[in-house]
């Protein structure tokens, strides 16, 4: 009698694995019969023979072990109805009866349908999700990736040049155990190779299974990813050009899904308004004004030991160092009469152009040691000017971070600010007798535009599309989707959006003197323009402003000294900042701690929205102490 492993709990459910004389195999790997996405599965970590007559499952040695109706099994005889638990999924064996086998031998085998799906931005969100379905549905799943970005070379997809207009992202980010380890094996495997990440922060509430966040230059994960989709073509298809919902909207009603994926600034997400509603400004606002922050973004090759940058990073607000062993982007924040100086001048014509604040645009030091952009031919004002206050606190940001100012090869700027969104699922289109009906999906910045100062959104984005990718495999039988099949990624959408959102907030806002709500930038502004007060031994006061800096330093460094060896001594630390001119320790002092004790804490996991039933409470972890300061 015909017998199959059909899925019951997990992203296969509903999946049907025929068993016939060829082996059954359960893991991790890519070429696994029955693949397993969760990181507590093996890579072969079980499999079903058939054996003089009957199927005998058989546990390969995994190391979270193999249950069967509960029990943990080396090997088992399996009878129709057990039920199979491996790495959190849950599988169900059936041999079915003779009626059954006699209607599957006459019927003729129906093709498998394909879910169609259009992806708008082709960044590590849209990409991650084209790999992550093709990894689950296999050939059941078409994918077509649209990007502006690129440009065809031959019969593959490459990224354009910054001659061809593309100006690639160089930051470094901090990518989270808790995402990276959901991403296919392959995925993970060519992402970190050898010398193309570091460890540079200690484990936090993100970080499972003992796993530590990994510090990766963007640039590089969109160079893997799109190089991985490049062999997938029989399934992934790159589309080199913007997708324009208007001119291919026949196009795109001819699809299941359209994932939009394109960045804060999507036109495929406002040309679709009236379907996702219009965002709330005012959660994100201060005494009626919605909160932005300008902050500049300096390309930077710092001599600090990574122990000593976070250190120095967790214990004040006014820059964050972000670097992969050392070279990467110096991050200011800037008030709002510093942003206004953020501006280039064209020495041609002699005007001046905001390209650098607003597109953003990257400005390189050129070989008269201007900051020249290339897009736009104009020069980095503030560096130019003489005496300009503002370059004077970017010099001051560099020697905090032990850079030389010949290690500085270029600016740009970011205007970040937030907004609530009512929804992250829609109808596009209903279903006719001709088409099957669309769903549209914000994913990404395009969802949540999240302030960069925690870092989190790549993260945020990766989470958005591992749901996405889970609902899309659980709920796909060949027919028109219903909102019911979305109800766990727009919940995971939605605690995303306020689990992050709600970091990014208090990475912008601190409490005054009377306990209210004030702008981090409003503090730095305020230790800037109030003089410093008059005293008759000013070095003392820096001595005093020093050792106040050094009583949060110290109590931050026992508190990471766990988990981050190699953290300075009160010496190297106090001789360190006493290179610093008085009113830039008085900022930083104003500044605040960066509040990781709130930001800290329970995180998003995506896991638990695609979880049948809970894990038994002996299983469940306390979460780590996070960063705190």
């Known amino acids: 009698m015909p017998a199959a492993i059909i899925g019951r709990e997990g992203p296969l459910t509903g999946r049907r694995f025929p068993v016939g004389e060829r082996p059954v195999t359960f893991g991790r790997s890519s070429d696994s019969s029955v693949g397993i996405t969760s990181g507590s599965a093996s890579r072969l970590h079980a499999e079903v023979l058939r054996e003089a007559g009957r199927y005998v499952l058989y546990d390969r040695g995994s190391r979270n072990g193999t249950l069967v109706n509960g029990s943990r099994v080396t090997s088992h005889v399996l009878v129709s109805g057990d039920v199979i638990t491996i790495g959190g999924e849950v599988f169900r064996f059936e041999v079915t009866d003779a009626m059954e086998t006699i209607t599957e031998l006459v019927a003729p085998a129906a093709a498998e349908p394909v879910l169609r799906v259009t992806v708008s931005g082709g960044g590590p969100v849209g990409l991650g ?33 910054q001659a061809q207009g593309n100006v690639r992202r160089q930051q470094v980010v901090t990518v989270q155990s808790r995402q990276y380890l959901n991403l296919p094996e392959e995925v993970q495997e060519r992402l970190f190779g050898a010398d193309s990440y570091s460890e540079m922060w200690p484990a936090g509430p993100d970080s499972v299974r003992g796993f530590a966040p990994r510090n990766i230059r963007i640039a590089y994960i969109e160079d893997v990813l799109l190089e991985l989709a490049n062999e997938k073509s029989d399934r992934i298809r790159l589309v080199p050009a913007n997708l324009d919902p208007a001119e291919q909207r026949a196009e795109l009603a001819e699809d299941q899904v359209l994932a939009i994926c394109e960045g804060g600034r999507s036109r495929t997400r406002e040309y679709f308004t009236d379907k996702f509603g219009t965002p709330d400004t005012s959660i994100y606002s201060l005494d009626g004004r919605h ?55 064209d020495p041609v014509r002699h005007v001046f152009e905001q390209c650098v604040a607003s597109r953003p645009c990257l400005m390189g030091r050129n070989e008269d040691g201007d900051f020249r952009c290339a897009t736009h031919g104009t020069l980095f004002l503030p560096a130019l000017v003489k005496g300009s206050a503002l370059w004077r606190r970017v010099l001051e940001g560099l020697a905090l971070f032990g850079v030389a100012e010949e290690d500085l090869s270029a600016v740009t700027g970011f205007r970040l600010d937030m907004v609530q969104r009512p929804r992250f699922t829609a109808r596009l289109y209903p279903p006719t007798s001709g088409t099957p009906g669309t769903y549209g999906f914000l994913l990404g910045d395009a969802a949540n535009a999240i302030h960069f100062w925690p870092g989190r959104g790549l993260n945020s984005g990766l989470a958005s599309a591992i749901s996405l990718a889970r609902s899309l495999t659980g709920a796909w039988r060949g027919r028109a989707f219903r909102d019911a099949d979305f109800v766990r990624h727009e919940a995971a959408m939605s605690m995303l959006q306020y689990r992050h959102k709600s970091r990014a907030w208090n990475a912008m806002v601190t409490t005054d003197e009377q306990g209210g709500s004030c702008a981090i930038k409003d503090r730095i502004a305020l230790s800037i323009e109030q003089p410093a007060p008059e005293s008759a031994d000013p070095e003392a006061d820096v001595e005093a402003d020093i050792e106040a800096l050094m009583v949060r330093l110290r109590a931050i460094r026992e508190r990471l000294a766990p988990r981050l060896p190699g953290l300075p001594d009160d010496t190297v630390l106090r001789d360190h900042l006493r290179t610093l001119k008085g009113e830039t320790v008085r900022t930083l002092l104003a500044s605040g701690v960066w509040d990781t004790l709130t930001v800290g804490g329970e995180e998003v996991d995506i896991d638990l929205f695609y979880r049948q039933t809970p894990p038994p409470a002996s299983a469940a972890r306390a979460p780590e102490p996070h960063l705190r300061g």
């Open 129 to 161: 999700l084209a790999l992550l379905l093709e990894h689950l549905l296999g050939r059941r799943v078409a994918v077509t990736v649209y990007d502006g970005r690129w440009i065809q070379d031959g019969s593959r997809v490459l990224w354009k040049t």
């Open 291 to 345: 909160l932005q922050d300008v902050v500049l973004g300096l390309r930077v090759k710092s001599g600090l030991t990574d122990p000593m940058s976070v250190l120095l990073t967790v214990a004040q607000n006014r820059f964050l160092l972000n670097s992969l062993r050392g070279e990467g982007f110096l991050n200011m924040r800037l008030t709002d009469a510093e942003a206004a100086e953020v501006i280039g001048v």
